[in-house]
């Protein structure tokens, strides 16, 4: 299943979110703008479900067989990493963030750029952050794709203004913890060319497992 994560999880544990189009789903794009297909055949039916000019991201092998309704525009090296570590000691000062932070965590994502992120995003799963004395977002870190005994943890991110002080590693721990608390084992999808990242991934158990494409599509054309 995390040889075609995106798919699987829109067709297993998230099948309640997916806009289905025969062997194509995506989120909806308020949620993510993440898509996947049972196999590049697929490809025809997700480009059927966008809008001309909508924007969606996939997760590739290599070179994508696109349709001509179909363009790519951008594109970046992707690591999938899994955790083989001890589990973490749980904290208790870092907040969980609920809807009411979207506001807070937009800006910060916009800020930071840690991938796709939406008003809804929040919905996928436990969102954790940290703020400063006056309640400001510092950091974050939330669950995204769900397979069947697995969660991803991903849109891990910290304000410049406040690297190099550990935030990212206790959400991530954080994180590890609760997944397994949870009964589940945790995964994540990185820039191969993020070399701090990956780093700091490592050291808290997590191992390369496979490389990906993320690839941004847009339907520029009648299917």
Excluded at 50 to 59: A, I, K, R, T
Excluded at 80 to 88: D, F, L, R, S
Excluded at 181 to 196: I, M, T, Y
């Amino acid at each position: 299943m995390l040889d075609n994560p995106i798919w699987s999880a829109l067709t297993t544990e998230q099948a309640h979110l997916a806009m289905r189009h025969g062997d194509a789903a995506r989120f909806p794009p308020a949620i993510t703008t993440l898509a996947g297909v049972r196999d590049d055949e697929a490809l025809r039916a997700l480009a059927r479900s966008l809008s001309d000019g909508e924007l969606v991201g996939v997760f590739a092998d290599g070179t994508l067989a696109l349709p001509r309704a179909l363009s790519e525009i951008d594109g970046a090296p992707l690591l999938q990493m899994i955790h083989e570590g001890p589990t973490p000691e749980r904290s208790s000062d870092i907040d969980v963030l609920s809807p009411r932070d979207v506001p807070s965590m937009v800006a910060l994502a916009e800020r930071t750029r840690p991938g796709p992120f939406g008003p809804r995003t929040v919905e996928l799963g436990t969102f954790l952050g940290v703020r400063d004395g006056e309640g400001r977002l510092l950091a974050m870190a939330g669950q995204r794709l769900r397979l069947p005994g697995m969660i991803e943890i991903s849109v891990v991110c910290t304000d410049p203004a406040h690297a190099g002080r550990g935030l990212a590693a206790r959400l991530m721990s954080e994180q590890l913890a609760r997944i397994h608390h949870a009964g589940a084992s945790a995964f994540l999808h990185v820039r191969a060319d993020n070399a701090r990242a990956i780093a700091l991934y490592e050291r808290l158990g997590f191992r390369p497992r496979r490389r990906f494409r993320y690839v941004v599509l847009r339907r520029a054309d009648q299917a």
